[in-house]
């Protein structure tokens, strides 16, 4: 893959940041391979802005190592920025420019660091296709509607071909509509590029979607670090079975739900009726965890998932 | 290579901001407010002469009104500009590429430098119609010329420097506004300034708004009319000097303030930004 790295993109080691007498992070370790997904995720306030704006070098962490495709991004180079790519949450920058100067404008900067095998920056044109915004490829800006601007974001953070992108919520205000094409957007990304993402969200089912792993971010340390299903089996551990028997209801956790239905049937036959079964979600999960925390536990949560991981 | 690669784009980026900023109606307006307001001003008392001499109020305050516009235009500008694109994240576009700032940072010296030219046309063109004896000697452009960029390289670091410094756009007033409109008022702009206090006239001489005024009325009255100079001469040394000094302190302070400044960006604060100015609107 010539210039993609193999191995870590992102390495991690006891991050700490501390703002004032308020220690935000208190130790964050995680790694991240090459190609992956990873997803973010945590309650308001855990840090996890500050730790995607520390790796993207936008922040002056407080102590730990951080790696970021193989450079500390406190003091990468120039050259550094041109494999990375951010996107960010703009408001009404640029609002006389229209998305084909723009992104022509912003794009010039990668020319000098396009390999044979990796050209930069894309075609103006085929990326401004790509994330649906060739009908107002030519209106200024500040016409544009939120979801139109925050797709000209996520343009603009892939304009030079990142090896490794970050994106920090990137759908909040997105409609239904708008998170559907961004999803299948970063799939594509993820498939036919082979870019390492790191996005963080709020919402789950964005998570569930997108991430092929997920991290957890609470009291300051990473508490959960899995698969989403594996995160999800985990925590709740339980797969909820309900059906009824003659007209009487009957509900039950269990383990392992297929053998449970298979003893359930051989049992009694015919008369199951209204069988449903479901699997503990990644929001079950993760609404558990974040019970805990905002109840003030968020140190036994910690621990907690800390001893399930191990 | 990539570094002179991007000094490139950020003169394409200068020049389509300033042709942008041709085509908008806003910034057209502003132009033609202020030559309304200069020329209107002039033209209200074209009658006038300056007492004691032959010279016309307009001949003699046309020069110190465009070195004031330069002044203004050149801190103001830049200063409400970075101000500005800081809390929008224009500028932390710019630092998430590949030498992003320093393409940034030349394509503002390049469209506030070329934004002075409708402001000088829309005042210069008018009152060359109307008003007599406005240039004295045509060799006076060549020292216009010269005033223009060494007063523009004397003050943009100011303008740059404050933008840098401000917290939020909304106090460009308070440290950039203020500040000139005050120093305007004591730089013989309007009256001489041989009427204000001695110490007053010592401040005055200290910034470069003074000297641009007299550069420019150097450039465009005669001879004679040095008489109504403090020392009875247009002092083009000590013009030189005092607006090469600024320029050379500029020059060296202004890169590492913009590193630091730009080191400070982060999306929070354009986030926090974006907070305020929506508390702002409401």
């Known amino acids: 893959m010539g210039d993609i790295a193999t191995g870590p993109v992102v390495e991690v080691d006891d991050l700490r940041m501390r703002y004032g007498t308020k220690d935000v992070l208190t130790g964050v370790d995680f790694g991240i391979e090459a190609g992956e997904v990873v997803c973010l995720l945590g309650p308001n306030g855990a840090g996890k802005t500050t730790t995607i704006e520390i790796l993207e070098g936008f922040r002056t962490r407080s102590a730990g190592t951080v790696r970021v495709l193989g450079e500390d991004p406190a003091s990468a180079s120039e050259d550094w920025r041109a494999r990375v790519g951010v996107v960010l949450q ?7 420019w229209t998305p084909r100067r723009l992104l022509g404008q912003l794009g010039a900067y990668y020319a000098p660091y396009a390999t044979p095998d990796r050209p930069r920056p894309h075609d103006t044109g085929l990326l401004l296709e790509t994330v649906g915004l060739s009908d107002q490829a030519d209106l200024k800006i500040n016409a544009l509607s939120g979801g139109q601007r925050r797709r000209l974001d996520v343009a603009i953070g892939i304009v030079g071909r990142p090896e490794l992108l970050f994106l920090d919520e990137p759908t909040a205000g997105f409609d239904p509509q708008a998170r559907r094409e961004f999803h299948d957007l970063i799939r594509r990304l993820s498939a036919a590029e082979r870019t390492t993402i790191l996005l963080t969200t709020h919402d789950l089912d964005e998570a569930e979607r997108l991430a092929t792993r997920v991290l957890v971010l609470a009291g300051g340390t990473i508490v959960a670090d899995d698969t ?27 383990p392992d739900g297929t053998r449970f239905t298979r003893q359930l049937f051989s049992q009694y036959g015919d008369s199951v009726a209204d069988l449903e079964i479901r699997r503990a979600s990644l929001e079950d999960a993760y609404l558990s965890l974040v019970q805990q925390h905002e109840a003030g536990h968020g140190e036994a949560a910690a621990r907690l998932f800390t001893e399930a991981t191990s | 290579m990539s570094g002179t690669y991007a000094v490139r784009i950020g003169i394409q980026r200068g020049l389509r901001e300033f042709w942008q900023s041709v085509k908008s109606s806003q910034d057209q307006g502003f132009y033609i407010f202020t030559g309304l307001l200069v020329v209107g001003y002039l033209f209200l008392r074209r009658d006038a002469d300056v007492a004691g001499t032959d010279l016309s109020f ?3 305050t046309l020069p110190s009104l465009l070195g004031l516009l330069i002044a203004f ?14 809390e929008d994240g224009t500028l932390l576009r710019h630092k998430a590429v590949p030498h992003g700032l320093r393409g940034y940072f030349t394509g503002q010296l390049v469209f506030q430098t070329l934004s002075l030219l409708p402001q000088l046309l829309v005042i210069l063109v008018p009152s060359l119609l109307l008003f007599d004896g406005v240039m004295a000697d045509p060799s006076g452009w060549l020292t216009v010329a010269w005033v223009i960029v060494l007063g523009l390289l004397a003050t943009m670091p100011i303008g740059m420097i404050i933008g840098a410094l401000v917290p939020n756009s909304q106090k460009v007033g308070t440290w950039g506004m203020l500040p000139v409109m005050v120093l305007a008022g004591i730089s013989g702009i309007f009256y001489p300034i041989q009427q204000l206090w001695g110490w007053v006239q010592v401040v005055a001489q200290i910034f470069p708004m003074y000297w641009l005024g007299l550069g420019m009325r150097s450039a465009f009255l005669p001879e004679e009319a040095a008489a109504l100079e403090i020392g009875g001469s247009w002092r083009t040394l000590a013009t030189v000097a005092v607006l090469g000094t600024w320029a050379v302190v500029g020059i060296l302070l202004t890169p590492p303030l913009l590193r630091r400044m730009a080191r400070r960006q982060s999306g929070s604060q354009v986030e926090a930004g974006r907070e305020a100015a929506v508390q702002w609107v409401r």
Not at chain 1, 233 to 245: D, F, K, S
Request: hydrophobic share 45%; net charge positive; proline share 4%.
């Open chain 1, 90 to 96: 703009s408001w009404r920058d640029h609002p006389r």
């Open chain 1, 228 to 254: 989403v299903d594996g995160l999800a089996r985990r925590i709740a551990g339980e797969t909820t079975v309900r059906w009824r028997v003659d007209g009487q209801a009957y509900s039950e956790s269990v």
């Open chain 2, 58 to 60: 307009a001949a003699v």
């Open chain 2, 73 to 86: 235009g050149v801190v103001i500008g830049p200063a409400y500009a970075l101000a500005m694109e800081k």
